[in-house]
């Protein structure tokens, strides 16, 4: 007869096997996550190796950049290149002229994105899910394909050399939408069914509710809307002419064709371009990884 005392605790649950077995299984444990942070340490140390050249080639001098072997740090750290770039170049405008286009087609592409997907997530209407896949579908089109056409209604509509020619053009995007209705999807349907029931309409279900539920969502789609815009050269290139319009993108491009043979002048410009992006990756990585994680738990 089993007594009280012999019985497993429920609180503690059941004992882990002891003896052989279980250290074996333990030192299998062990020596897997070993190799797995092993694997993610060389992982990481393979992708930062180009940003640590280039920050290392910004100190040094002109003829030291391309010497092999690589000196990586340098016996004479010349931080005059950081404010030399300055002087060749307008690189404070160029920087200023990246943010307003970045920070305003984040925005838009945040509002559009998310309403949208709202609708085609939590709104009951005929063909919804047919018009969200050929929506999607867009996503396959690559750009080349309209590019000219692109440009041409541009042109007519006589918004080339302007900020409107990129800001509309990249105001709307169908992954902003499909990121966003994955993780709207994953929000019970229930709380907008009791939203409406105590008169909320379905823009203030959008404000009041969805929204502050989605922080992590809007927080990835607008860090990489951020990313994409701040790093896109091909666009400006085509729609701004003027050199007062131009991104850092076209700027450094610039630099390159009138002095390609100063390249640690360059890497310090390339160094400048990079550090908004690695600063506001740094404070919203939180976000990001949440949002992207939990995209796609129903889909």
Same mark, same amino acid.
Request: with cysteine; glycine share 8%; proline share 6%.
């Given at each position: 007869?089993?007594?009280?005392?012999?019985?497993?605790?429920?609180?503690?649950?059941?004992?882990?096997?002891?003896?052989?077995?279980?250290?074996?299984?333990?030192?299998?444990?062990?020596?897997?996550?070993?190799?797995?942070?092993?694997?993610?340490?060389?992982?990481?140390?393979?992708?930062?190796?180009?940003?640590?050249?280039?920050?290392?080639?910004?100190?040094?001098?002109?003829?030291?950049?391309?010497?092999?072997?690589?000196?990586?740090?340098?016996?004479?750290?010349?931080?005059?290149?950081?404010?030399?770039?300055?002087?060749?170049?307008?690189?404070?405008?160029?920087?200023?002229?990246?943010?307003?286009?970045?920070?305003?087609?984040?925005?838009?592409?945040?509002?559009?994105?998310?309403?949208?997907?709202?609708?085609?997530?939590?709104?009951? %209407?005929? @063909?919804?899910?047919?018009?969200?896949? /050929?929506? =999607?579908?867009?996503? #396959? &089109?690559?750009?080349?394909?309209?590019? !000219?056409?692109?440009?041409?209604?541009?042109?007519?509509?006589?918004?080339?050399?302007?900020?409107?020619?990129?800001?509309?053009?990249?105001?709307?995007?169908?992954?902003?939408?499909?990121?966003?209705?994955?993780?709207?999807?994953?929000?019970?349907?229930?709380?907008?069914?009791?939203?409406?029931?105590?008169?909320?309409?379905?823009?203030?279900?959008?404000?009041?509710?969805?929204?502050?539920?989605?922080?992590?969502?809007?927080?990835?789609?607008?860090?990489?809307?951020?990313?994409?815009?701040?790093?896109?050269?091909?666009?400006?290139?085509?729609?701004?002419?003027?050199?007062?319009?131009?991104?850092?993108?076209?700027?450094?491009?610039? %630099?390159? @064709?009138?002095?390609?043979?100063?390249? /640690?002048? =360059?890497?310090?410009? #390339? &160094?400048?371009?990079?550090?908004?992006? !690695?600063?506001?990756?740094?404070?919203?990585?939180?976000?990001?990884?949440?949002?992207?994680?939990?995209?796609?738990?129903?889909?």
């Amino acid at each position: 007869m089993t007594t009280l005392q012999d019985a497993p605790s429920a609180a503690t649950g059941p004992r882990p096997p002891s003896g052989p077995l279980g250290g074996e299984r333990r030192g299998l444990t062990l020596v897997r996550k070993t190799a797995t942070y092993v694997a993610l340490a060389v992982v990481s140390a393979i992708v930062l190796v180009p940003f640590a050249w280039m920050v290392s080639s910004a100190l040094k001098r002109d003829n030291q950049v391309l010497t092999i072997p690589i000196e990586w740090i340098p016996s004479e750290l010349r931080w005059s290149n950081f404010i030399d770039i300055w002087e060749r170049i307008p690189l404070l405008s160029y920087l200023g002229n990246s943010a307003f286009l970045s920070l305003t087609i984040t925005l838009l592409q945040v509002l559009s994105g998310s309403f949208a997907a709202y609708g085609f997530s939590k709104v009951r %209407f005929p @063909g919804r899910d047919a018009l969200f896949v /050929a929506y =999607i579908a867009t996503i #396959a &089109v690559p750009w080349q394909a309209y590019m !000219v056409p692109q440009y041409i209604m541009m042109q007519r509509a006589e918004l080339t050399n302007t900020y409107w020619s990129v800001i509309l053009l990249q105001a709307f995007g169908a992954f902003g939408v499909f990121l966003m209705r994955q993780y709207y999807m994953s929000i019970p349907d229930d709380l907008c069914e009791a939203a409406r029931i105590d008169g909320l309409s379905e823009y203030g279900i959008y404000w009041r509710i969805m929204l502050p539920l989605s922080k992590p969502a809007l927080a990835s789609l607008a860090l990489l809307t951020f990313v994409n815009t701040w790093n896109d050269y091909m666009g400006p290139f085509i729609y701004l002419t003027s050199n007062e319009l131009w991104t850092v993108q076209l700027g450094l491009r610039s %630099f390159v @064709g009138q002095y390609e043979a100063e390249y /640690a002048m =360059i890497m310090a410009g #390339a &160094v400048l371009s990079v550090l908004p992006i !690695v600063v506001i990756f740094l404070l919203g990585q939180r976000y990001f990884i949440r949002g992207i994680a939990t995209s796609g738990l129903k889909g």
